[in-house]
Nanobody, 121 residues
C-alpha cells in the first residue's frame, strides 16, 4: 500500500551534514508513522528517529539526540532526516520505514531500499 524510496546518502567528513529524503507513494501516507533505522556491517539494525503521523511528536535514539532532526510534509508525501555533526560511528545503511502499529520504535511494515552514509574521520 505504501512504497518508499530513500535517497541522499553519500560520503562526508566528520562534523559535516547530510539530509536524507524519503519519498512515499500512496494517498494514506499521512496516516503512517515514519521512522529511520540504520544498520552497519556486522551489527543489528537500530532505531534512529521517528515522527508520528501528525508530525506532532518526534523520537530519537540517544546516540543521535541533538544532532539529527526528523521531519515530514504530508502534503508532499515526503519525510526527511537532517543529520548534523556527523561522526564516523554514524556510518551505516539508512532506511526509512512506515507503519501504523502501536509502537513508534518497532511497528513498521514498509521499508525503503536503503541509502549508504559513510562518515570519514
Amino acid at each position: 500500500q505504501v512504497q518508499l524510496v530513500d535517497t541522499g546518502g553519500g560520503l562526508v567528513q566528520a562534523g559535516g551534514s547530510l539530509r536524507l529524503s524519503c519519498a512515499a507513494s500512496g494517498r494514506t501516507f499521512g496516516s503512517y508513522n515514519i521512522a529511520w533505522f540504520r544498520q552497519a556491517p556486522g551489527k543489528e539494525r537500530e532505531f534512529v528517529a521517528a515522527i508520528t503521523w501528525s508530525g506532532g511528536s518526534t523520537y530519537y535514539a540517544d546516540s543521535v539526540e541533538g544532532r539529527f532532526i526528523v521531519s515530514r510534509d504530508n502534503a508532499k508525501n515526503t519525510a526527511s532526516l537532517q543529520m548534523n555533526s556527523l561522526k564516523p560511528e554514524d556510518t551505516a545503511v539508512y532506511y526509512c520505514a512506515a507503519g501504523r502499529g502501536i509502537s513508534v520504535y518497532s511497528s513498521y511494515n514498509y521499508w525503503g531500499q536503503g541509502t549508504q552514509v559513510t562518515v570519514s574521520s
